[in-house]
């Protein structure tokens, strides 16, 4: 993965003057042995953890005293592809003096529980630190499922406010991010979202990312779980690919050919699906020109002594929620659906490959 954003990657309180605090400095509750507080956001490009991050550090930066460094790793197709942002905060008498990816963090966020299934993403979590996860599990859960030894760890259903408040998971999380870290103010944070989308969108709009905000911070599920004593941190995991410029084939020799089997984009989903109605449906095939990563399953068929081509669901596994689908279906066979509320085991078509 390339850094994106290196440069000015630090903002410094000293640069913003009229911003300051009296002589009021703030500090933060635990430190590496660099003086630095550090978060960790795993998310998906297209979810907003970038501008989180930024929006939280210029919280702490201009409207709290403190010195502050993000930047976010992230892959060169970026939005669906996993990213992660990463924060370092300070007092602000003190410089940051360090820009690589923050490997131990004490507060990790996870905004889709998918990206266990491809990335190390609990990676160098330190002894009792803060886990974040956007899912509607349950503390307990969360920690059976990312196999976590202890610490104290939040579920907060994001995607359910993200449904009902119609506002991206960006400004959900960053409510549960100043409530878990116990010293990054709502006051703070409302003002950086304010600045950072306050000439982007509507007044509504930004009322309810407001509200998606507050949400974040008192909806959460916690729980404290006992750290191992002999446990320091868990074990840092460095993914790599299993060809490299050391071992690739001699004359390009493409040893694993690409294909779409084993693709799973479910975690670009944003709360909501497509929903087919098979009563509705005239079988026209606009779906499958509309959708860009064929979800929809078409098997041939015999109807009045001939062959045709009959649409028999959605594979769930490949579609990302885009609802082009939904734009394009002229008979309204398609509609809009709430995920948390479907059981896709059962209404997902599976692709005969």
């Not at 400095?25 to 991050?53: C, H, Q, S, T």
């Not at 930004?206 to 191992?228: C, I, T, V």
């Not at 497509?274 to 079988?283: G, Y």
Request: aromatic share 8%; charged share 25%; hydrophobic share 35%.
């Amino acid at each position: 993965m390339g850094f994106k954003g290196l440069g000015n990657r630090t903002l410094l309180f000293s640069q913003f003057p009229e911003k300051a605090c009296g002589d009021i400095m703030i500090d933060v509750p635990y430190k590496n042995e660099f003086g630095y507080y550090e978060i960790r956001m795993e998310a998906i490009g297209g979810m907003g953890a970038n501008l989180a991050g930024k929006m939280l550090t210029e919280a702490a930066v201009i409207h709290m005293g403190m010195n502050g460094a993000t930047f976010s790793s992230y892959g060169s197709e970026k939005t669906g592809t996993p990213l992660k942002a990463f924060i370092r905060l300070c007092r602000g008498d003190q410089e940051i003096e360090i820009g690589g990816p923050v490997m131990e963090p004490h507060l990790l966020v996870v905004f889709h529980t998918i990206l266990k299934k491809v990335l190390p993403v609990t990676s160098g979590l330190l002894k009792d630190g803060i886990v974040i996860v956007n899912s509607d599990m349950t503390p307990s859960e969360a920690k059976e499922y990312f196999n976590l030894p202890g610490g104290h760890i939040y579920t907060i259903d994001g995607w359910k406010i993200v449904v009902e408040e119609n506002v991206r998971i960006n400004t959900v999380i960053m409510g549960s991010v100043a409530k878990a870290s116990g010293f990054i103010t709502a006051d703070a944070c409302k003002k950086a979202i304010s600045t950072g989308l306050g000439k982007k969108v509507s007044k509504a709009v930004l009322e309810a990312n407001m509200k998606g905000f507050d949400r974040g911070m008192s909806e959460m599920k916690y729980e404290h779980y006992q750290w191992p004593d002999n446990l320091e941190k868990i074990p840092i995991a460095i993914s790599k690919q299993d060809i490299g410029y050391e071992n690739a084939p001699i004359g390009g020799v493409i040893v694993n050919p690409g294909n779409t089997i084993g693709r799973d984009v479910s975690g670009s989903r944003t709360g909501k699906i497509p929903v087919w109605n098979m009563e509705k449906c005239i079988h026209c095939g606009m779906c499958e020109l509309a959708c860009p990563d064929f979800c929809f399953t078409f098997e041939l068929d015999t109807k009045d002594g001939k062959e045709l081509m009959f649409n028999r669901g959605i594979d769930y596994q490949y579609c990302k929620g885009c609802l082009k689908c939904v734009s394009v279906c002229p008979k309204e066979a398609l509609t809009v659906g709430v995920e948390a509320e479907h059981d896709l085991a059962k209404i997902s078509h599976k692709k005969k490959f």
